[in-house]
């Protein structure tokens, strides 16, 4: 598994959202996911809704450590001060 399957992944099943991941041994994973369906979500549910989408690739090994940042548009504005 690479970054950039990941990347792919959640963004065909997160329409709009703008993902980064980084890696530096492609089996542990950083992912910052920004998207406006994360609106009115908790932290658990934002992080259900990206597991459902890997969870396959946790399960077979592909992806052993899978940390996320997750934001709405809003509170990924508010954190880089634009």
């Not at 099943?13 to 980084?22: D, E, L, R, T």
């Not at 998207?35 to 549910?45: H, P, R, S, V, W």
Request: some cysteine.
């Amino acid at each position: 598994m690479i970054k950039n399957d990941i990347e792919i992944m959640l963004r065909e099943n997160i329409p709009g959202a703008q993902v980064i991941v980084s890696s530096n041994d492609q089996i542990h994973f950083d992912a910052i996911i920004i998207t406006d369906a994360f609106k009115d979500q908790k932290l658990i549910e934002r992080q259900k809704l990206v597991y459902a989408i890997v969870g396959s690739h946790i399960t077979s090994g592909a992806i052993h450590a899978l940390s996320l940042k997750t934001y709405t548009q809003q509170e990924w504005q508010n954190k880089c001060g634009s």
